[in-house]
């Protein structure tokens, strides 16, 4: 399946960096069983940047690690019947949503968990995929319980598993 992923960047450009995640997006909605090509735009910023944006969008004036913004309002693990009415008729693919990642936490977070960079922006990328795909973590109840379980079903098809 030839999904469409638009990556760029703030401040720096890296295309080895923007090709892994293209790779753990296809993987991420391959695992979910999408069934039809999808559009993700990806930007990958500052800890400055990604603050305005929390502001801007959901009124919170502080940086963070991802931010998602889903297009349509799916429900966690299951797929619609029909993806007709997702459909974006120009290009035939489905528009899922855009994510913002700061490296700036994700260098910090993977220090602080005693791995790779890389792992951490894949699991980030993993994660806002599947808050596209209608998973959320509310709470410490069987939602959040049910997204890690994905999470880590997902890394580990990528050889990103957890080592701490």
């Not at 720096?12 to 979910?32: G, H, P, T, V």
């Amino acid at each position: 399946m030839k999904h469409h992923v638009a990556v760029s960047f703030t401040g720096f450009r890296n295309l080895i960096l923007a090709a892994k995640l293209r790779k753990y997006i296809s993987a991420a909605l391959e695992a979910q069983q999408v069934p039809v090509a999808c559009e993700i735009n990806v930007l990958v910023t500052d800890d400055p940047t990604i603050q305005a944006l929390n502001q801007a969008n959901r009124q919170i004036d502080k940086s963070t690690d991802v931010l998602s913004f889903p297009m349509f309002d799916l429900t966690a693990g299951e797929l619609p019947e029909s993806w007709e009415e997702y459909m974006d008729p120009d290009t035939g693919r489905v528009p899922l949503g855009d994510m913002a990642i700061s490296m700036d936490h994700a260098k910090a977070q993977a220090k602080e968990y005693g791995h790779s960079a890389n792992r951490e922006v894949g699991y980030l990328t993993v994660h806002s995929i599947l808050h596209l795909l209608g998973y959320d973590h509310v709470d410490e109840g069987p939602m959040k319980q049910q997204m890690r379980e994905r999470e880590e079903v997902i890394l580990s098809s990528l050889g990103l598993k957890r080592t701490v």
